[in-house]
């Protein structure tokens, strides 16, 4: 007996659902493809790795520049971590280099720690070999290297004045996902750091929490700050910085060498970067607009040059 057209339909539904996923699958990937531009490339830890660079129209090749590396956070690119931190816009405006590496796999990210086994940081390798290769094309003054980064890109931004504290004369990180113990970290100096969080963060808990390692759980933001200040060997109690709107923070000063370190707060803050394009809402949380931590960083790498 033949099937009625209307049962043949039926069993067609779940193989139009699985071509139309498979479709937006397709889709989301040849436009993260196209979103993913970058301009660069280096051979680094026997790895081809990418990055966006950005030269300002005033870059002056007889004048020492400075030079801001800018670290997307995971599941992130660099094309993104540009747009949603504006930190082009004051690359023009003062005139420094900056450059926006890329992470490995898919999602990208970055191995913010030794990976259980091996004895090499293969990230911290690339960054090392992409700033000898920008400062062989370019100007570099050797004094204000700087990074800063996004969650994961945080963390790596940490990892970063551990083991290059010799090159990058500050960092700054934004909802920094912190997983490198300090334990480990092996810095020649203290590093200035200047730290953004908020505290209604759902991905990396204000107050620390789980993470995707049972065994390595997130640490509480304000210990881990305080941590990093009596590691840099500031003296006498935070001093609190006056409010705005959704902003509070704290400055530890007296530190060794200078190395200060700046906690702002963001009241109902999500996983996002304060000041810059909003990511959805529904999965990171609020995006304030209290403070534009780009121009605040900036402001605080300026103060803080390799001495």
């Known amino acids: 007996m033949p099937m009625k057209p209307w049962i043949q339909w039926i069993i067609r539904i779940p193989l139009i659902i699985l071509g139309l996923a498979a479709s937006l699958v397709l889709i989301a990937a040849v436009a993260y493809l196209i979103l993913d531009r970058t301009n660069g490339a280096i051979v680094s830890a026997g790895e081809k790795r990418y990055y966006l660079l950005y030269v300002p129209e005033s870059y002056d090749p007889s004048k020492p520049t400075p030079l801001v590396i800018s670290i997307h956070g995971f599941s992130e690119w660099p094309a ?10 004051l690359a023009e405006e003062y005139g420094f280099i900056v450059v926006y590496p890329s992470g490995t796999k898919f999602p990208k990210r970055w191995r913010a720690r030794v990976e259980p086994g ?5 990230d911290v390798t690339f960054i090392s ?22 969650s994961n890109g945080g963390g790596m931004s940490v990892l970063l004045s551990c083991e290059l504290s010799d090159r990058i004369a500050a960092i700054g990180t934004v909802a920094g996902a912190y997983s490198f113990p300090w334990s480990e970290c092996p810095a020649s100096r203290p590093v200035p750091t200047i730290v953004f969080h908020g505290m209604a963060d759902p991905i990396v808990p204000y107050l620390g929490g789980p993470s995707h390692d049972p065994n390595d759980p997130l640490p509480s933001i304000p210990d ?19 409010a705005h709107g959704e902003v509070s923070g704290i400055r530890y000063s007296n530190c060794t060498q200078n190395a200060n370190v700046i906690f702002y707060t963001i009241a109902g803050g999500g996983h996002s970067w304060p000041g810059g394009e909003p990511l959805p809402k529904w999965l990171v949380g ?16 300026q103060e803080h040059p390799l001495r």
């Open 80 to 89: 993104h971590q540009a747009q949603m931190t504006h930190w082009n816009d």
């Open 118 to 122: 091996s004895d090499s940081m293969p």
């Open 129 to 150: 070999d992409l700033i000898d290769k920008l400062e062989g094309e370019y100007n570099i003054d050797p004094a204000r290297i700087y990074a800063n980064g996004l």
């Open 224 to 242: 881990w700050v305080e941590t990093l200040a009596q590691r840099n060997g500031c003296s006498g109690p935070p001093i609190e910085i006056p």
């Open 286 to 301: 609020y995006t304030t607009k209290d403070i534009d931590a780009t121009r605040v960083m900036w402001e605080f790498f």
